[in-house]
């Protein structure tokens, strides 16, 4: 599985984001999916993954209520919306994806390049 984010930028805090991750392959709706995300110097943070079939999710308690994570699985694309963004989001987000769906970063077999995200205060 080959994974492609787009959808990063700068923004305002307060302002939103949609993140986009474009799996190649047939197989993606078996694979779980998640959004991890870096900041400069740190370490990359778990922020919420999907299940296979898109019916389960978990957040970071850092971005609960303020981010959401979507899958279609039949134009083989997971989403991240970000809504409320405060600066301390600034970071570069990275999809992935793997077996099943944990917070671990160890378990994910696939990685996309990572898109910036930028938000401003």
């Known amino acids: 599985v080959q994974l492609v984010e787009s959808g990063g930028g700068l923004v305002q805090a307060g302002g939103s984001l949609r993140l986009s991750c474009a799996a190649s392959g047939r197989t993606f709706s078996s694979y779980a999916m998640v959004w991890f995300h870096q900041a400069p110097g740190k370490e990359r943070e778990f922020v919420a993954h999907i299940t296979r079939s898109g019916s389960n999710t978990r957040y970071a308690d850092s971005v609960k209520g303020r981010f959401t994570s979507s899958r279609d699985n039949a134009k083989n694309m997971v989403y991240l919306q970000m809504n409320s963004l405060k600066p301390e989001d600034t970071a570069v987000y990275y999809c992935?994806?793997?077996?099943?769906?944990?917070?671990?970063?160890?378990?994910?077999?696939?990685w996309g390049q990572g898109t910036q995200v930028t938000v401003s205060s």
């Open positions: 992935a994806g793997g077996p099943i769906a944990t917070m671990r970063r160890t378990d994910y077999n696939y």
